[in-house]
């Protein structure tokens, strides 16, 4: 009988040996975890230093206990480990509470993972479910209970605790959302940051801010019962609970542009700190503008998307950027990667080409039916008069005018030049129909073209990034320097012209009063595509706002012209802008 019991217990513990074997043979080292690699993380910030977005693995200071104020982890521990002081790292209470409280559930209701397991879990193991994980999972969690004091695990998981929107511990979140550093969190945020790990992105105070403070009272509710804090404290701090507003919705367009060459722009950087040009108010008056007028007469006029862009025409800077109704319907940037024919819009760089052959404003232009070959470009509902001013031309959008002046100009070559001169970009096809605007173009540099106007004569390149920062220094941010491109007298002589179109033109939906308005309505075959290029003053800054309208199968709209809805959109736009 002894014979056997010790055969037994030498079986037994070679079982047992072997079984932990197979339990650890891929356990990783934890002293390699503890400094596990992260993919580098991009902040952008609005041009004021609001944060915007971020991208990667984004991390904060590595903050001491010692220097959070004490609430922040009485918290962590109140809602997520009540007797984490006290376990050796594995809570039979906490297990046999939970397991009692999913069986009358009928379902997973509690979980009775310590913050060490947690930290186990999160630091060394993938999430799959297994007993074998489990298994590795208590044999980390011990390893960890004997490596480290309670105080340095609680530092630990606090600083590399996942909390949502790619932030890595309580500074990176505290700033991410609350914007100041973990050390001066106040009590309400505390607890919504304490509330987080449950359920990282499910409870993200950005993308769920009502679940996000639904949790942070619970937690309150929890440090209430362990009398951390009083009930009239968790009254008044939940009635304190109010999160700053979201960065604008759809800025997901300008932030993909910003980010394009990234790699190129600013390689082996590791972590960046982008602050860009953006403008979060004019941001959120152009989406919601925008939105309105596609939802009313939008709808009704079967117009199904529209892109916007507004910039700085001094430099470039670009102010605003919506590439379509819903970023999260259809991140397609419709501003810069769509190519539409732009129509009348186009005609401006047709009075350029022959006002470098002589022609001014007060010159005359025949307005007469022209045919050339087997082509007779129309005017619409234009009767004609003769001979009109080339103000007058382009403030009606005189088709015929506008084909002899290309003629008159050097053909459609020197038209194509002016308009590559001042940036615009891909084929310009050498045909007479070039003056009727039969090229495709993007949005962002047709309006980017204008700026010209605006500015005196100079080509701006648009740029969204403003200064770049690496953890270590300050980046060089590519840009491109303005060029002369326009003699003053005739940027001046197009900025006259322009703004008769919407004073007395087809432009007059954008005109404002009391605020100098110059601009361009464009409108293709069967109403495809509607455009609105202008420019205005706005808090002393030249702004060039474009707009384009249509559908993104190149289904007509319902007679919608540059001069109606696009036209009106700029108007409420710059309507909200200081003058």
């Known amino acids: 009988m002894l014979r056997l019991l010790l055969l037994g217990g030498i079986w037994g513990s070679l079982a047992m040996a072997l079984l932990l074997l197979w339990f650890a043979w891929d356990l990783p080292r934890p002293e390699q975890a ?57 809570d039979p209470v906490g297990l046999g509470r939970a397991a009692l409280a999913n069986l009358r559930a009928g379902r997973v209701v509690q979980g009775g993972s310590t913050l060490t397991q947690q ?29 480290f004091t309670k105080d340095q695990l609680l530092e630990i998981y606090l600083n590399r605790v996942y909390l949502g929107s790619g932030a890595y511990g309580v500074d990176a979140a505290a700033r991410l959302y609350f914007g100041v550093p973990a050390r001066r969190v106040t009590l309400w945020q505390a607890a919504i940051l304490a509330g987080l790990p449950k359920a ?15 949790r942070g009272a619970d937690v309150l509710a929890a440090m209430r019962e362990e009398d951390l804090i009083t009930a009239r404290q968790q009254a008044l701090e939940a009635e304190r609970m109010v999160l700053p507003p979201r960065p604008s919705g759809d800025a997901g367009w300008f932030s993909d542009w910003v980010q394009a060459d990234l790699a190129e722009d600013y390689p082996g950087s590791g972590d960046l700190v982008l602050r860009t040009t953006l403008d979060l108010r004019l941001q959120a008056v152009v989406e919601r503008r925008l939105e309105a007028l596609l939802a009313g007469p939008g709808r009704a006029a079967e117009a199904g998307q529209g892109a916007v862009v507004a910039l700085d025409a001094r430099d470039g800077a670009v102010r605003a950027m919506a590439g379509g109704r819903s970023y999260r319907a259809s991140p397609f940037n419709r501003a810069t990667a769509a190519r539409r024919q732009p129509g009348s819009v186009f005609k401006p760089f047709v009075w350029l080409a022959a006002m470098e052959r002589g022609l001014g404003p007060e010159d005359g232009v025949s307005d007469a039916p022209l045919t050339l070959g087997r082509w007779s470009p129309g005017n619409g509902a234009w009767r004609p008069r003769g001979m009109i ?78 200064r770049a920062k690496s953890a270590e220094r300050l980046l060089a941010v590519p840009r491109t320097a303005p060029q002369r491109a326009l003699r003053p007298a005739q940027a001046a002589a197009m900025r006259r012209m322009l703004a008769a179109v919407v004073r007395e033109g087809t432009g007059r939906a954008a005109a404002l009063p009391g605020r100098a308005v110059a601009g361009k309505t464009g409108t293709t075959q069967d109403f495809r595509d509607a455009w609105f290029v202008g420019f205005a003053a706005s808090g002393g800054v030249p702004l060039v706002i474009g707009v384009w309208l249509g559908n993104d199968d190149g289904s007509p709209m319902n007679k919608v012209s540059g001069g109606s809805l696009p036209a009106r959109l700029f108007h409420d736009v710059l309507q909200e802008m200081p003058p």
């Open 34 to 90: 503890l400094a596990t690699t992260r993919r580098p993380s991009v902040t952008l910030e609005a041009r004021d230093g609001r944060l915007m977005a971020t991208s990667g693995d984004l991390y904060g200071e590595a903050v001491r206990l010692a220097e959070l104020p004490a609430y922040l982890p009485a918290a962590l521990m109140a809602v997520e480990d009540r007797r984490f002081r006290s376990h050796f790292g594995l």
């Open 119 to 147: 930290l186990a879990k999160n630091l060394f193991l993938t999430p799959a479910r297994s007993f074998r994980r489990k298994a590795q999972e208590a044999m980390l969690t011990l390893w960890l209970e004997r490596r």
């Open 200 to 214: 990282p992105s499910r409870l993200n105070p950005r993308s769920n801010p009502d679940a996000a403070i639904r």
């Open 389 to 466: 001013t080339l103000e007058d031309a382009l403030a009606h959008s005189v088709n015929t005018a506008a084909v002899r002046l290309l003629q008159q100009g050097g053909g459609a070559g020197e038209v194509a030049g002016m308009a590559r001169r001042l940036g615009i970009q891909g084929r310009l096809p050498e045909h007479p129909s070039l003056a009727l605007g039969t090229a495709e173009v993007t949005l962002l540099d047709l309006t980017a073209a204008y700026a010209a106007f605006a500015n005196g004569g100079f080509r701006i390149t648009p740029y969204g990034v403003q």
